[in-house]
């Protein structure tokens, strides 16, 4: 039987504790943490808030170029979220340094390459070292996408979508329950930003979210920028989205900057959080009770006490009153680059004398 | 036209990746044999597979992924040879490296090994051209390109940061008769480069933003090891680099310099020098330990 509770919620390094209660703050003390009598409500049955996981507050993607500022200040940042890729297979620095980082701070593992939706067999020899890796850093939770990334033994190194259908569901559950069983741990999946919608689909993203975290007992990782991009990709409403997905099951969200292409938008992560996301983001937090809240910037990286300040806006969006949601429409003032790449990459630059 | 529900979800996928990554872009990519093995439909029925939203047509749609494909990859291309990319200069590189990636999409889960085939990729191509023989100037960007992926290949693979390596000490206390029998261990992270153009100058110059102007053709020959996580590079000779490579090898130290004697011009400063190159290479962490085996 697979977990319903990481080990979090009954083990968490006292020194991590220690870090995160000077000058944080306070993200613990706005948010209740995790308990095992900690149960949602509506359509929850005896599924407890967060699948169990702890509220671990506000925290940052870890990126190379933060590394040295981080081993030196030692910021007070509730939690970091590394990009499995980059450290699985890592025998130099990054992962020498994210030893050091995971001795200080919670670590949450998330991957670009599970390619839960794709048709081509789950890569074994990649989920063991998944395993490995969460494994030796400790890490709260493991998370992917809702995508795929390539089939034919190619990857495409993209966040691909899936047509919304019965047939995919049950392709999709079917692997994220092999993939729990081998992680021995439920998988957190996230919304990925999307460009094209199927005519296969027979259901709304978030009917089909909704119905796997169900039937394969796993975990969301809401993308509340996510669910913007998307709302303007495909014109819907990205409140009715947030309402729709169950919240219980929610167990982080991510925000992220987007770029603006006129009358679509591309998921570049490489600026602030816009208005209408926060908005978004408020709402979110508001149904789900509060969770682990992660800002994610990977493209035109600034200082980290500016991408920390970012994160640290998410106080001023919770518990507030909600305004009326502005709708999800590409400003008309913000130029179109062509040049624009969504995410993911990640490549981590060599220190050589 | 089939009926929408007649796609599976393997064909989908399939037919998307064909469309996405054709290198003339998603309307050659829907018309390719490819596409139509899996889905049989031209452009314009698209609609049929790809919904268009509000604003955009289903191959506008389409385009933000078949854009984004080549754009990521040739990114993170020009990330692992940020040199090689400066000295060709980006249009030619990304010409080269366009042909590679359809040639060698990638197969892996992680992008660190996107590059595998990138330097063989380049000594084909200028194979091809007619380039052999004496050091040509396509060398050059050769010689760049592999100085450039063998450092990234060190900067994140096996290290001996937690071990304790061969000192100089124990070098000292090999006795005479025994040295000739004693084989010294590489350690994992050592490697050589024998090298028709001295790139490594050309590369401190450029990691310093120097702007350098392209080297004339000499061999030139590198030892490059990794210690305390910094990838280090140390310029020797040539009969050096055949002394160290038969260590490679795993020739015992007098084997290994009657090979590198071959390479010398002068025997008196080969010798001369020979027992402080040693003495700098164990300083520098080149040897895991010494094994001195029954016959030393």
Known sequence: MRPKCSRADTVVNPLKKLMNIPGTGGARDIFHTGCPQDFCGQNAGMIARRLGHENLGLGVG????????????????????????????????????????????????????????????????????????????????????????????????????VPFNEDTLRHVVSRIRIVQDILERPLVLENPSSYVTFAASTMSEWEFITRMAAEADCG?????????????????????????????????????????????????????????????????????????????????????????????????????????????????????????????????????? | MPHKADYDLVNIQRWMQSVITHPLGVQAGIESPAAQDEICVQPEQVEGVICPSRNRTSIQRLEVYGNAYFARLLECMREFFPATADALGVDVFDQFTLEYLQRHPSQSYTLGHLADHFVSFLETSGEQAGETGAAHWSDFFI??????????????????????????????????????????????????????????????????????????????????????????????????????????????????????????????????????????????????????????
């Open chain 1, 62 to 161: 870890l990126r190379t170029v933060h590394f040295s500022h981080i081993l030196k200040n030692n910021p007070p940042v509730d939690w970091f979220e590394i990009i499995s890729e980059n450290f699985m297979d890592s025998r130099g620095r990054p992962r020498y340094v994210l030893d050091q980082i995971a001795e200080r701070y919670q670590i949450v593992m998330h991957g670009v390459s599970l390619s839960i939706g794709s048709t081509d067999p789950l890569n074994r020899e990649y989920l063991q070292k998944l395993k490995q890796l969460a494994d030796e850093v400790n890490a709260f939770w493991v998370s992917d996408h809702l995508c795929w990334t390539g089939v034919a033994t190619r990857n495409s190194h993209d966040l691909l979508p």
């Open chain 1, 220 to 353: 969301i990782l809401l993308d509340v920028n996510n669910v913007y991009v998307s709302s303007v990709n495909h014109d819907f409403d990205p409140e009715h989205y947030i309402r729709s997905v169950p919240h219980e099951r929610v167990v982080q969200f991510h925000l992220a900057g987007h770029t603006n292409m006129g009358n679509y938008c591309i998921d570049t992560h490489d600026g602030r959080v816009i208005d209408p996301v926060w908005k978004l983001y408020q709402l979110a937090h508001e149904l789900t009770g509060g969770v682990s809240t992660l800002l994610e910037w990977d493209a035109r990286i600034p200082p980290f006490e500016e991408l920390h300040a970012e994160v640290l806006q998410a106080r001023h969006h919770m518990g507030g009153q909600l305004d009326h949601l502005p709708p999800p429409v590409a400003a008309p003032d913000t130029p179109a680059d062509g040049s624009a790449v969504p995410h993911p990459l990640h490549y981590v630059l060599p220190d050589v004398r």
């Open chain 2, 143 to 296: 010689d760049l390109a592999r100085l450039e992926w063998t450092i990234d290949q060190i900067f994140d693979g096996p290290g001996v940061e937690n071990d304790t390596l061969m000192s100089t000490d124990q070098l000292a206390e090999i006795g005479p008769d025994r040295w000739p029998h004693a084989r010294l261990i590489p350690v994992v992270c050592l490697r050589l480069l024998s090298l028709k153009f001295p790139v490594s100058n050309y590369y401190t110059a450029f990691r310093r933003q120097q702007k350098p102007a392209i080297p004339t053709a000499a061999p030139s020959y590198l030892a490059l090891t990794r210690k305390d996580y910094i990838v280090r590079r140390f310029t020797i000779n040539e009969p050096q680099f055949t002394l160290l490579r038969a260590l490679v090898r795993g020739e015992p130290v007098g084997a290994a310099i009657e090979c590198a004697v071959e390479k010398v011009d002068d025997l008196d400063h080969f010798a001369e020098t020979l027992q402080s190159s040693f003495k700098l290479w164990a300083s520098q962490g080149f040897f895991q330990r010494v094994e001195l085996t029954q016959n030393s």
